[in-house]
């Protein structure tokens, strides 16, 4: 298949997702629900439009008129995560799209909603029948792109040493706030926080906040996701947390659904953000500077600090927005 033919591929594939009817994705959502009970239909649902605006045709040429596909094909071994709905396909559309075979380990939790996308993809273009193997191992791989933890990333490096490769390790993402945001604003930067509760690498973990910040408006402005503490495993989080906390006479905030409190960490538990205060835009940025190697990305009010995305984009990444800053396409046409 050449260049054109994959990407044809994969905008029909976008427009067959866009085209989902309410109760064929319910039936999709309740079937992932089964596998993995943090997917709820909210959730899928998110998943799903992200990729469908992502599989556009104006953004998939744009994407891949920027590289060379010259290189012969390879084939590259994927090691999926399965923290967010579908979270791995970004991977598996770069290696499919620059002409290499994948075999792909799939998280357990979330190998149904992989599985379905491929038949989709395959019923549309048969012939990428023969450059997807789904195994248990990535043995005789000549490349690989694996997801995972600080601990399985140790692993991998040795496993694949050998071999070129992408190893990811565990990312976080932050907030910056100047104090003046509008409810307006707050509330888009709720969706970067609560989506997919909070379990992606792009969701918002920490807040930098100046001194004296007053935090009932940011609170008051995330009313619209109180649902997430009608979620069971959400809860017993929650629960668990503030029990904590007011056992170790930790000082936090409360609006009944989330827990804020100072710490200097970058990753918080579920149902808890941390923050940290900064005194200066030039404070900010040295703490920022000394974070990079583990954020995924930063949101900030319209984007106004430099380097950011505006808040409510955070789960709504460009088909060239990289984990971990690293050019997965660049690295796969230079095999």
Excluded at 13 to 21: E, P, Q, S, Y
Excluded at 146 to 157: H, I, K, L, M, Q
Excluded at 228 to 250: C, E, F, G, R
Excluded at 255 to 262: G, K, P
């Amino acid at each position: 298949m050449d260049l054109l033919t994959r990407t044809n591929a994969f905008i029909s594939l976008g427009t067959r997702i866009a085209n989902l009817k309410g109760t064929e994705k319910s039936a999709i959502a309740i079937e992932a629900g089964q596998h993995n009970g943090w997917f709820t239909q909210a959730s899928v649902e998110s998943a799903l439009q992200a990729l469908s605006l992502m599989l556009s045709e104006q953004k998939l040429l744009q994407w891949v008129g920027r590289y060379s596909f010259a290189n012969p094909s390879r084939t590259v071994g994927i090691a999926m995560a399965g923290n967010i709905p579908l979270v791995g396909f970004h991977d598996l559309l770069c290696v499919l799209i620059s002409g290499h075979k994948a075999i792909i380990k799939t998280s357990a939790q979330d190998s149904y909603l992989i599985d379905l996308l491929l038949q989709w993809l395959i019923e549309l273009e048969p012939r990428f029948q023969n450059f997807v193997l789904k195994a248990e191992r990535l043995n005789g791989v000549e490349a690989t792109i694996a997801t995972g933890s600080d601990n399985t990333s140790r692993y991998f490096e040795y496993y694949f040493r050998k071999i070129p490769h992408i190893i990811r390790k565990n990312r976080s993402s932050c907030a910056m706030l100047m104090g003046e945001e509008p409810a307006a604003e707050l509330e888009k930067l709720g969706h970067d926080v609560f989506t997919y509760f909070g379990l992606g690498c792009r969701n918002v973990a920490k807040l930098f906040v100046p001194a004296d910040y007053d935090f009932r408006l940011l609170l008051e402005s995330w009313s619209p996701f109180r649902d997430v503490i009608n979620h069971h495993k959400y809860a017993n989080n929650y629960d668990y947390q503030k029990s904590i906390m007011l056992v170790n006479q930790t000082p936090f905030f409360d609006n009944e659904f989330v827990l804020l409190t100072e710490n200097q960490n970058l990753v918080s538990p579920i149902s808890v953000l941390f923050y940290e205060h900064y005194k200066s835009q030039q404070n900010l940025k040295e703490k920022i500077d000394g974070h990079q190697s583990k954020l995924q990305c930063c949101v900030s009010a319209n984007g106004w600090f430099t380097g950011s995305i505006p808040f409510g984009k955070a789960q709504q990444p460009e088909l060239w927005d990289y984990a971990d800053n690293i050019d997965t396409l660049k690295f796969l046409t230079s095999l």
